[in-house]
Nanobody, 126 residues
Framework: QVQLVESGGGLVQAGGSLRLSCAAS????????MGWFRQAPGKEREFVAA????????YYADSVKGRFTISRDNAKNSVYLQMNSLKPEDTAVYYC???????????????????WGQGTQVTVSS
């Protein structure tokens, strides 16, 4: 079992930045694809970004491309999401997720991930 704990959420003005962190424990995430998802009130959980185990492949939703950057530090068993130029529509609960299947294909949908954190709230004011 992998335990994921997110941190770094908060309230920020439009145009500002936040850096989310996801710390994994109980098991190494070295070989896992890691992703970030978000869910706004009344909406489905949606894909934000993912990074392959080697960090050589990253994927982003079109809505965040060029503004958000996903990264990982396998030595620290952690994943990060740097969010710049934030917009009010980025307001949501952000979840860290792990895909332990060792699939070489990076998953872009929530059902491909089997471990989830509890989420951290990000609120962007206009």
């Amino acid at each position: 079992q992998v335990q994921l704990v997110e941190s770094g959420g908060g309230l920020v003005q439009a145009g500002g930045s936040l850096r989310l962190s996801c710390a994994a424990s109980r098991r190494t995430i070295r070989g896992y694809t890691m992703g970030w998802f978000r869910q706004a009130p009344g909406k489905e959980r949606e894909f934000v970004a993912a990074v392959a185990w080697s960090s050589t492949k990253t994927y982003y939703a079109d809505s965040v491309k060029g503004r958000f950057t996903i990264s990982r530090d396998n030595a620290k068993n952690s994943v990060y999401l740097q969010m710049n130029s934030l917009k009010p529509e980025d307001t949501a609960v952000y979840y860290c997720a792990a895909d332990s299947s060792l699939n070489v294909v990076v998953g872009l949908t929530a059902y491909e991930y089997d471990y989830w954190g509890q989420g951290t709230q990000v609120t962007v004011s206009s």
